[in-house]
């Protein structure tokens, strides 16, 4: 009888929480979380997708429609129309995924990416890059900082993902939906990638119109970055030569590391971390979209590059070197997020082995469930079902972005590029369905052959 009564009550729970209303003629999911315990494994997967993709609808930047940077439950009007590129990126797969799951209607959602592209088509650019930060009210470029006013390739290619889920999810729909599917397809294709090379054998970072290449950031060796080059690649109006890709990226093959942490190999040379890992988003950003499944080339295997990376970051919390209390099997993920400062304030750092500070990152064990799943699994049901945690770490849009067992401490925010690779990268485990868009757009798969690359899991 009370497993009867359990599923009944979720049935009830999915059917009255999921649905939608409308205000200010805007579809709203419903903010109070139900935690309903004991769940099954696809009930918890479920519910954590859904709140963690209210932070791309609910709390969307109001005139774009895009992605706010960050959100303060406390302070609801910190930084209310500061638009993220690259987390945009994320939350465009991410509605994708709410479409499919029945977050919300086709209808509904179309009409939400009109406003968003046709937002970005207006929005600054710069030889066709986006700003890292935008302002959601005139689409006029917000610096990041004094001398980084003008492209941002990296979070570009990272939104860029996202628009070539969108067409190739639109490109056989309704007319509107092809409009749509055309409109992601022309501000793609916009980029102009080689720009970015200065001429080089090699990409870089930023360029802006007052100050050129002054931060001169190459894109070398392993971090968040692959998809650019797989972006630059598969360019079919601007694209950048292989060479770039060998010489810089894989730094003419020295981004190899035969190093091994608790005895899983870490593969590559992680950027600043040698013969350790950098924090978890490494093994996210590139991936909502590009599988690692099946995806070699002559430097690695990428899915074993990836799911041992989420095995050494496990592997880490459960050994606990620093001694943080509360750090177990089921607690665990480190990655860049809101951290706790030394004299308490908030601050932000990209935690990893090499600068653990006892703040975990829900985001990193959630967004490795296609690497690790059990582990992955046992996170989850920490954050949502752990009588001493769940009340204070899930909010209005899911978890919060960081908290500390050893310092009592839960920080009532939420930003972008966080939240964003939760729901996508679940649904590839769950059903590979972002995965599958992106790989089979033709220009990806010939980007791809272009830079050595091929594909077990889709044929190429």
Known sequence: MKNIFRTLFVVHFLTISCSCTKSDDVAVIDDDPIIVTPMSDQEILDLVQRD???????????????????????????DQNLVATGGSGFGLMTILVGIERGFVTRAEAVG????????????????????????????????????????????TSFLCQGLICIREYFKNGTPEEQALALKADDLWKGVEWSWYTKGENAMYWHWSPNYEWQLNFKLEGYNECLITYVMGAASPTHPIPAAAYHQAWARNGNITHPGMRYNIPVVFNYNGATGNVGPMFWSHYSYLGLDPRGLTDQYANYFTLTQNHAKIMHAYSVANPVGWNGYSDACWGLTASYTRNSNGSVGY???KPGNDRGVITPTAALSSFPYTPVESMKALRFFYENPEWKDRLIGVAGPYDAFSPHHNWVTKRYLAI???????????YRTGFLWNLFMNAPEVQEGLETLGFSSSQHGF
């Open 52 to 78: 963690a993709f209210k932070y791309f609808w609910n709390y969307a930047e109001t005139n774009s429609k895009l992605a706010r940077e960050r959100y303060h439950v406390e302070e609801v009007s910190v």
């Open 112 to 155: 939400r990416l009109q406003t968003a592209l046709t937002f970005l088509e207006n929005a600054d650019r710069f030889h066709g890059a986006w700003s890292h930060w935008i302002n959601g009210t005139n689409g006029n470029v917000v610096p990041f900082g004094t001398i980084d006013n003008g492209g941002d390739l990296v979070e």
């Open 349 to 351: 750092t990209d935690h």
């Open 418 to 428: 966080d939240q964003g690779t939760i729901v996508p990268m679940i649904e590839n």
